[in-house]
C-alpha cells in the first residue's frame, strides 16, 4: 500500500513552496494585541497584519517586506482613523474585516461571498480565494502606492502617493489612466480634484497609433510599461528594463514627492541594505509639475531642486523662513513673522524700510502668483516696490528690466532655466516686530495698589515668606557659597584687549539691551573682507566680591556648547574693565517678539519651547558640571537670524560642583517668573529653571506677559497668567487663552498638551515638577502627559 500513498501525496509536495503554510482559515483572527499579529508567506518573504506607526500606539494593517531590515510597506488599509490599539481584523466567508476595541468596523474588504480561505503570497498579494481557488478579492487589484513585480493596474487602477514619509494616508499624488493614457498628477488634497498633470505616457511610441492601452504590467522579469489591446507596447523612458528577479527585490513606488520611482535590493543580504534607485519618471519633477492650482512639489513658499535623483527642497528664504511642519521637508515652509496687508495698514515707508527687508536670491523662481509686472525698472525700484507694498511677498526682477510682483504664497518654486536669463528673486522679510510695548521694558518693583487686591491671591504666601526669608538673611552673617573656578585655560576663550573692545563697540556706541550685570553693546570685528558683529557685555563696576560672579560665567559657559546657548567668544580681564564677548543674534529677545506685533506664528513659537527646553537640559543634565540657571525669562532668551532660541546671561549660573547638587543661596532671578522655594528655607535645586520655564511657557502659547498690571476693569482675572491659564484649562477654554489664534486652535491637541505641560512645571511643590528631561520627553512625545493637579492645592508647611 505504500505506492499508492505516495503518488497521493505528490501533487500536494509540489504544492508546498507556494502555499502549504500560508492558508488562512475562516473565522482567523489578527488583533493588536497578539505578540506577532501577522500572517507569513510562505518564503517569508512578506507579512501582511498589524505595524503600529512608531511609538505611537496606533497601527496601519499592511503588507510589507518582511525579511529586509527596514521591513518596508508595501500595501496598507486605507481607514478614515487611525487604528488604535486592541482593533483586530477577521476572515469570514464574506471577507475580511477590522474592526476597533469598540467593534466599529473600520475597513473591510467590498461584500464577498463563499470565502474559503486567504493567503500571503510569495508575490506580495494577499488574496481571498473560493473553496475551487479562484481569486475573490486581492491587494493586487487594490493597491496603494506601490506596485511590485507580476502585479498589473487595468485601466481604472491608480495608485495614491503617501502623505508624508511616515504617514500612509492618502498624499497628494495620482497615477491613473486617463482614458488610455496613464499620467502622474497633483491632487487638490485632501480631494481628488485633479490640477494639471505633469507625466503621461506617449502613445505615439506603441507601435500601432489606433492601438489603445489597456493596462500597465510590471512583468515578473522586471520591465513596466504600458500593454495595447493589440498586444503591443508602450514603453517609458527606461525601455525594456531587463531585471534580475532572482538575486534582487523590487518595487515601484509613487512616492509622496510625485516621482513614481523603480527600486531595488538585494535579496538575502540582512545588513542594513538600502534601496537604491533604478529609475523613474518624470525626469526632472522640479521642471516638470508646473500647475496653476496647488503649491508644486515642495509646498508653499519653498523652492524644488533636483539633486542625487530626488527632489531636495529649501524655504524661499532660510532666514525669514521656516517649515510649517519641521518632520516634513516637503509640507512647505511660512514666514516666521507674519507679512500682509492685515497686519500692516498704513504704515508710512519709513516704518515699512524699519520692519521689512527684501533678500536677494539668485536662480530660483515662482512661476506662478504674479499680479503686476512694471517694465523699465531698476533692481532698487523693484525692490522698494515690493517692499512698500503690502500685497507684495516677493518679486522677481529679470535681464530685460522687468519686475514682476508675487502674493503669498509662493508656489511652485523652481530653479530658474539657463534660457531665462539672469533673473533675480528679492524675497521680502519682516526683520522686526511692529511694536513692542513699554510692558517688554522690564519695570520691576512697582506693584500698583488697584491691581493688589487680585494679586494677593496668589502672591499672599510667597510676600509673607519673603519678608520673613529677607529677615533671616538681614540678621544672618552672609554667608558666600565658595566657588571654585577652573583654569580659563581649559575654556578656548579669546582674551580681549579692552582698547580692541573699545575700537570694536565705537567706544560702546550701539546699545543693544541690559542684562543683570551690565550693559550689552553691539561691536563689529573686521576679518578679511568679512564683518563678524558680536554682542559685548561690560559688566558693572564690580564690587571686590562680585569678581566671583564674573569668574563664574566665564568659566561655566565658556565651557557649554550647544545649539539653544549663547556662544562665549572671548572676555577681557584688566584692571577694573570686566568686558565678556558674545556671538551676536540678530533678532532680539524672545520677549521683543513674542510681546511685540504682529505674533509671531504658532509653530515657530513651538519651536521656540522645544529650543529652550533642550538648552536648558543641556544645562542642566548633559554639561561637565551642571548649571542652574536662576533667571530664565523671555527677555534672557535670545533670538539668532534662522529664529533658532538661544538660552543667555548666566551672570546669575550657579556652578553644581560635585556632588552639590543643591545649594542655598541669595534670592536671585525675576519676580513673576521666581519659583516659591526661593522665599522658603528649603535648598535650591534644577527645579526653580523648570518653574520658570513653565511661566515662560505660558508667556510663549498666549504671547502675553505672565503679569499684566494694567488690565482693563472685569478683566482682572487674567491678571496673573498661571492663574488664568489654570482657570481656563479646567474651563476647557483654550481658544480665550489664545485669544482666538487659528493656527493654535487648529493644532488643539498640541496646545492642550503644552498648557499641561506647562501646568507641570509651575507646581508650587518642587518635588512634583517633573525634571527637564521629563519635560523635553513630553514636549517631544515620547511619553504622555498626565492631567495636571491644580498648581498651588499642595500647601506646604514653610
Ligand atoms: C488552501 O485551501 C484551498 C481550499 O481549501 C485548498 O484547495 C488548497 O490546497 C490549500 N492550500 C494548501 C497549501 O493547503
Ligand atoms: C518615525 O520613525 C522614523 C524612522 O525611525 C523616523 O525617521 C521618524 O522621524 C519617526 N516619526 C515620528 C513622527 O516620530
Ligand atoms: C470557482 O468558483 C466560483 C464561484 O465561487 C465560480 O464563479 C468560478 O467559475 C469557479 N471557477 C472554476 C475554475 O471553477
Ligand atoms: C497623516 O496626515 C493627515 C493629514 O495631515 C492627518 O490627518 C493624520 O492624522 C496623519 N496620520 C498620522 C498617523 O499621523
Ligand atoms: C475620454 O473618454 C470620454 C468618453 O469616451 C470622452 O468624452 C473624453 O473626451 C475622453 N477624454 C480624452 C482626453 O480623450
Ligand atoms: C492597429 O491596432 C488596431 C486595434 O488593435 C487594429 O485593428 C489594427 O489592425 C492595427 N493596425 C496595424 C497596422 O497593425
Ligand atoms: C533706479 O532708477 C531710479 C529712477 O527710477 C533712480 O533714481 C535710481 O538711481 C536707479 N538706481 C540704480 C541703482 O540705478
Not at 647 to 676: C, E
Amino acid at each position: 500500500m505504500a505506492i499508492p500513498n505516495i503518488i497521493f501525496f505528490l501533487p500536494l509536495l509540489l504544492l508546498l513552496p507556494h502555499q502549504a503554510f500560508a492558508n488562512v482559515t475562516l473565522s482567523s483572527t489578527l488583533s493588536t494585541n497578539d505578540q506577532n499579529p501577522l500572517w507569513l508567506s510562505p518564503s517569508q518573504d512578506f507579512a501582511f497584519g498589524f505595524r503600529e506607526i512608531n511609538n505611537t500606539n496606533l497601527f496601519l494593517l499592511a503588507i510589507w517586506f518582511y525579511k529586509i531590515s527596514e521591513q518596508t510597506i508595501i500595501w496598507n488599509a486605507y481607514t478614515s482613523n487611525p487604528i488604535p490599539a486592541g482593533s483586530q481584523v477577521k476572515l469570514t466567508a464574506q471577507g475580511l474585516t477590522l474592526t476597533n476595541p469598540q467593534g466599529d468596523a473600520l475597513w473591510n474588504t467590498s461584500p464577498l461571498e463563499d470565502v474559503s480561505y486567504a493567503a500571503m503570497l510569495d508575490t506580495g498579494n494577499f488574496v481571498l480565494a473560493s473553496a475551487n481557488s479562484s481569486y475573490l478579492w486581492q491587494s493586487f487589484n487594490n493597491p496603494t502606492d506601490t506596485l511590485l513585480p507580476s502585479q498589473t493596474l487595468d485601466l481604472k487602477g491608480k495608485l495614491y502617493s503617501r502623505f508624508t514619509h511616515n504617514n500612509y494616508t492618502k498624499g497628494r499624488f495620482k497615477l491613473y489612466f486617463d482614458n488610455t493614457t496613464l499620467r502622474l498628477s497633483m491632487l487638490g488634497w485632501p480631494t481628488e480634484s485633479l490640477y494639471a498633470n505633469y507625466f503621461s505616457t506617449d502613445a505615439s511610441s506603441a507601435a500601432n497609433y489606433s492601438d489603445l492601452a489597456s493596462r500597465l504590467v510590471f512583468e515578473e522579469k522586471g520591465d513596466i510599461y504600458v500593454a495595447t489591446e493589440g498586444g503591443g507596447r508602450i514603453e517609458f523612458r527606461w525601455k525594456k528594463l531587463v531585471l534580475d528577479v532572482t538575486r534582487y527585490y523590487y518595487r515601484a513606488t509613487l512616492e509622496y514627492y510625485g516621482v513614481f520611482t523603480i527600486y531595488s535590493l538585494p535579496r538575502g543580504s540582512n545588513d542594513n541594505q538600502v534601496w537604491s534607485i533604478v529609475s523613474y519618471v518624470p525626469e526632472n519633477i522640479c521642471k516638470d509639475l508646473l500647475s496653476d492650482l496647488g503649491s508644486g512639489c515642495c509646498g508653499y513658499n519653498s523652492y524644488c531642486s533636483w539633486e542625487n535623483d530626488r527632489p531636495i527642497c529649501r524655504c524661499a528664504n532660510e532666514e525669514g523662513y521656516s517649515l510649517v511642519d519641521p518632520d516634513n521637508p516637503f509640507g512647505g515652509c511660512q514666514p516666521n513673522l507674519p507679512l500682509g496687508c492685515e497686519v500692516d495698514e498704513a504704515l508710512s515707508q519709513e516704518k515699512l524700510e524699519e520692519v521689512y527687508e527684501m533678500k536677494e536670491a539668485r536662480n530660483v523662481n515662482w512661476p506662478e502668483g504674479d499680479y503686476e509686472r512694471l517694465d523699465g525698472y531698476n533692481l532698487s525700484d523693484c525692490e522698494k516696490s515690493c517692499l512698500y507694498d503690502c500685497n507684495c511677498g516677493a518679486a522677481i526682477f529679470n535681464s530685460a528690466n522687468q519686475c514682476w510682483k508675487k502674493r503669498l504664497p509662493l508656489s511652485n518654486g523652481r530653479p530658474t532655466g539657463t534660457d531665462d536669463g539672469t533673473t533675480t528673486a528679492l524675497i521680502k522679510l519682516r526683520i522686526s516686530p511692529l511694536s513692542v510695548p513699554d510692558s517688554v521694558v522690564e519695570k520691576d518693583g512697582v506693584v500698583e495698589p488697584a491691581l493688589l487686591g487680585s494679586l494677593i491671591a496668589s502672591l499672599v504666601v510667597n510676600t509673607l515668606l519673603a519678608a520673613a526669608v529677607l529677615l533671616v538673611l538681614l540678621l544672618r552673617p552672609k554667608k558666600i557659597v565658595k566657588v571654585s573656578v577652573p583654569s580659563l585655560v581649559e575654556t578656548n576663550l579669546h582674551s580681549f584687549t579692552y582698547q580692541a573692545l573699545k575700537e570694536a563697540t565705537m567706544d560702546f556706541s550701539e546699545e543693544l539691551g541690559r542684562g543683570s550685570f551690565g550693559i550689552v553693546y553691539r561691536g563689529t570685528f573686521k576679518t578679511g573682507s568679512n564683518n563678524n558683529d558680536v554682542a559685548v557685555k561690560r559688566l558693572d563696576r564690580l564690587a571686590p566680591e562680585r569678581e566671583k560672579e564674573f569668574r563664574t560665567e566665564l568659566s561655566s559657559i565658556g565651557k557649554t556648547c550647544h545649539k539653544n546657548l549663547v556662544r562665549l567668544i572671548g572676555f577681557c580681564d584688566e584692571g577694573v574693565h570686566r568686558v565678556l564677548v558674545y556671538e551676536c543674534m540678530n533678532n532680539g529677545t524672545l520677549a521683543h517678539i513674542l510681546f511685540g506685533q504682529p505674533k509671531p506664528n504658532w509653530n515657530l513659537r513651538v519651536r521656540f519651547a522645544l529650543g529652550i527646553a533642550r538648552g536648558l537640559l543641556y544645562l542642566h543634565e548633559e554639561c561637565d558640571n551642571p548649571i542652574i540657571h536662576c533667571d530664565i525669562k523671555p527677555q534672557n532668551i535670545l533670538i539668532d537670524q534662522h529664529f533658532i532660541p538661544k538660552i543667555s546671561d548666566f551672570g546669575l549660573a550657579k556652578l553644581l560642583l560635585g556632588d552639590q547638587s543643591k545649594t542655598k543661596t541669595m534670592i536671585r532671578g525675576t519676580r513673576g517668573y521666581v519659583a516659591p522655594e526661593w522665599f522658603k528655607n528649603v535648598p535650591v535645586t534644577a527645579k526653580v529653571d523648570v518653574y520658570s520655564f513653565g511661566v515662560m511657557l505660558l508667556e510663549i502659547i498666549c504671547c502675553r506677559r505672565s503679569v499684566v498690571m494694567d488690565m482693563d476693569s472685569g478683566e482682572e482675572e487674567k491678571a496673573i497668567l498661571t492663574d488664568w491659564a489654570y482657570d481656563c484649562y479646567l474651563e476647557r477654554r483654550l481658544d480665550v487663552l489664545v485669544e482666538n489664534d487659528k493656527e493654535a486652535m487648529e493644532d488643539e491637541g498640541r496646545l492642550k498638551k503644552l498648557v499641561m505641560i506647562a501646568m507641570w512645571c509651575i507646581q508650587e511643590n518642587h518635588e512634583i515638577r517633573p525634571t527637564m528631561k521629563t519635560v523635553m520627553q513630553m514636549l517631544e512625545g515620547v511619553v504622555d502627559v498626565p492631567n495636571p493637579p491644580s498648581p498651588s492645592s499642595f500647601t506646604s508647611c514653610a
